[in-house]
Nanobody, 122 residues
Framework: EVQLVESGGGLVQAGGSLRLSCAASGFTFDDYSIGWSRQAPGKEREGVSCSSPDGSTYYADSVKGRFTFSSDNAKNTVYLQMNSLKPEDTAVYYC????????????????WGKGTQVTVSS
């Protein structure tokens, strides 16, 4: 059974940093893409970053240069380091996975965590 558990969200001032973690179980990164999406109130879910089994990593234009995806395969855990946070980054952040490659479209992901709230104050 695929399970994804996020942690690390919270309240931070604009310009600050947070690191999200996602503990994955039930699959390996050799076959599955895993990544992060976010959804702000009243907005569509947005793909933030994801890593495919071939090693390629996608970043949304809105986070390039500020967010960094990383993984610890030994722990089956992925991270999203978020720097220079802006109020518009406020959203629930979800960890998600899919068999095969991932891209910008979060709705192609098959498995989802429950999400963690990130709030950036101005």
């Amino acid at each position: 059974e695929v399970q994804l558990v996020e942690s690390g969200g919270g309240l931070v001032q604009a310009g600050g940093s947070l690191r999200l973690s996602c503990a994955a179980s039930g699959f390996t990164f050799d076959d599955y893409s895993i990544g992060w999406s976010r959804q702000a109130p009243g907005k569509e879910r947005e793909g933030v970053s994801c890593s495919s089994p071939d090693g390629s990593t996608y970043y949304a234009d809105s986070v390039k240069g500020r967010f960094t995806f990383s993984s610890d395969n030994a722990k089956n855990t992925v991270y999203l380091q978020m720097n220079s946070l802006k109020p518009e980054d406020t959203a629930v952040y979800y960890c998600a996975a899919v068999l095969g490659r991932c891209d910008y479209d979060p709705y192609t992901m098959d498995y989802w965590g429950k999400g963690t709230q990130v709030t950036v104050s101005s």
